[in-house]
């Protein structure tokens, strides 16, 4: 094995962790969060190039300059806007929910959105209720939720803003740093001549190629949801006087057996709730009429002894 190759990747390493540790070659992002500055590892490979420790890392790399304290204007991602998730959520009373709900696919196809999901169902009274989730580009987001309140009459509206631009400025601070490492292990694959080298890069470029595709997932996660508000939309119809068929005679008498029953399920519960209570009370007045019953029994003897003597 190249024991010089097998060095400069544990110094690499070493480098690495030691930006992360100890504050060299760090760049700041909002929230306190740290990450490589983008020539750290280029900067490790010309130093061991300088240093003539072997001509396979002789590899030429721009360094970049070092930043001024207290700038931002270099770091990565300083220059990316607001990063807002907006959501809207509206309860409205409708005569018909499945024509509102037609309604409101047309109006966020029109404003170049669609249809994410929709849920109708039925309660006991017939009456029905749907639940709406539009997703519409941002832009339209204002004008999408003045279209939801004329649909109907509206019984509750919010909207929120969530701000996700720290995180979208970490995430890319990070993308950066790990596509510096990336680069740097494939320029050190390149030269490599022996098959451990290569085996113990390659370990390394897909530690890094993981976390970059974790990295670039959460971020087009992230651009979705903003690029696409998510507005959810609860239909109602009004509830109808006297129930929607009139007076039923059949669902009167159906709910006097229910309660019916339900007085006996709860005389049943009663009775064994109480029912070491009752038995311990029964005897308790056993006991009292029979000792009563003793008590009068001696009187009634007295006077017939007294005869007898006499």
Request: hydrophobic share 40%.
């Amino acid at each position: 094995m190249n024991c010089k190759l097998i060095a400069l990747i544990i110094l690499l390493c070493c480098a690495v962790a030691a930006t992360g540790c100890m504050g060299i070659g760090e760049n700041v992002v909002p929230g306190g969060n740290t990450y490589p500055s983008p020539g750290t590892t280029d900067r490790i490979l010309n130093g061991l190039s300088e240093q003539k420790t072997s001509n396979i890392y002789a590899t030429a790399v721009p360094t970049i300059a070092p930043q001024q304290s207290g700038s931002t204007a270099n770091l990565p991602g300083a220059g990316i806007e607001t990063k807002i998730i907006k959501t809207g959520q509206a309860t409205i009373e409708v005569r018909d929910v499945v024509t509102s709900v037609d309604a409101l696919k047309a109006l966020a196809v029109q404003k170049g959105g669609y249809l994410s999901s929709s849920n109708l169902q039925k309660n006991y009274n017939n009456q029905l209720s749907a639940t709406v989730v539009l997703r519409i580009p941002q832009s339209q987001f204002d004008s999408v939720m003045e279209g939801v309140k004329t649909v109907g009459t509206v019984k509750s509206v919010s909207t929120s803003g969530e701000d996700v631009t720290e995180e979208y400025v970490d995430l890319t601070a990070r993308k950066v740093a790990y596509q510096n490492q990336l680069d740097a292990y494939n320029r050190i694959m390149a030269k490599g001549d022996k098959v451990e080298d290569i085996l113990m890069v390659q370990q390394q470029i897909e530690r890094v190629q993981v976390e970059l595709d974790r990295i670039e997932g959460r971020m087009r996660y992230l651009n979705n949801r903003i690029d696409l508000s998510t507005i959810s939309v609860n239909l109602q119809e009004p509830e109808p006087v006297g129930g929607e068929t009139g007076h039923s005679f059949i669902s009167a008498i159906n709910e006097g057996i229910n309660g019916f029953f339900g007085m006996i399920d709860v005389i049943i519960i009663l009775i064994f709730t109480f029912l070491p209570l009752i038995i311990i009370g029964g005897a308790v007045y056993g006991i009292y009429r029979w000792r009563k019953g003793q008590k009068a029994q001696k009187p009634a003897a007295a006077p017939q002894q007294e005869e007898k003597k006499s």
